[in-house]
Nanobody, 121 residues
Framework: QVQLVESGGGLVQPGGSLRLSCAAS????????MGWYRQAPGKQRELVAR???????TYGDPVKGRFSISRDNAKNTATLQMNTLKPEDTAVYYC???????????????WGPGTQVTVSA
């Protein structure tokens, strides 16, 4: 199976920055898209940012120009740099990966446990 370990959440003041990291491990044959989603209380889970294995990125409209996603293919990690944070960015952030796994090379969709980001004065 695939394990995702997220780190970097916490409490930050408005206008501040945080960096989230996601490390994927396990029976990974190929690691395709990696991304971050978030869910605030009472709201649906939404896309924050995604990155393909070749580096093409996609961002949710609320974070464009403020957040940046990158990945290290050698380490199977993805990093989300969040700048100019706003109170409305408060949510649980989830790492998501799509990958093929040994031994049957099945394509699967995996989620991390989530990390809390709180933006408050």
């Amino acid at each position: 199976q695939v394990q995702l370990v997220e780190s970097g959440g916490g409490l930050v003041q408005p206008g501040g920055s945080l960096r989230l990291s996601c490390a994927a491990s396990g029976n990974i044959f190929t690691l395709n898209d990696m991304g971050w989603y978030r869910q605030a209380p009472g709201k649906q889970r939404e896309l924050v940012a995604r990155i393909t294995s070749s580096g093409t990125t996609t961002y949710g409209d609320p974070v464009k120009g403020r957040f940046s996603i990158s990945r290290d293919n050698a380490k199977n990690t993805a990093t989300l740099q969040m700048n100019t944070l706003k109170p409305e960015d408060t949510a649980v952030y989830y790492c998501n990966v799509q990958c093929q796994t040994w031994p049957h090379l099945e394509l699967g969709d995996y989620w991390g446990p989530g990390t809390q980001v709180t933006v408050s004065a």
